[in-house]
């Protein structure tokens, strides 16, 4: 969980300065929200690669987890 709120909270950060620096050059409304939301976007692939393969390995063992729980369960009705 950790992991995903870390990289969540980088990408917020990621767009929020993108949205402060096209502001400072004078872009304002839609435009900048749009153009913030494209910019981190992109920046963040090579910037949070880490940080989203982290992620991604904590949320498949959660996954995992989760099924052979199923699994366990399963097996115990069958068995009864």
Do not use: C, N, W
């Amino acid at each position: 969980m950790r992991a995903t709120v870390s990289y969540t909270l980088l990408r917020v950060l990621l767009f929020f300065a993108a949205a402060l620096v096209l502001a400072l050059f004078g872009v304002h409304g839609i435009t900048l929200l749009v153009a913030a939301l494209i910019i981190s976007s992109i920046l963040s692939l090579p910037l949070l690669s880490r940080f989203r393969d982290r992620m991604s390995m904590s949320l498949t063992r959660r996954v995992d987890k989760f099924h052979a729980q199923l699994d366990e369960g399963t097996r115990a009705e069958d068995g009864d």
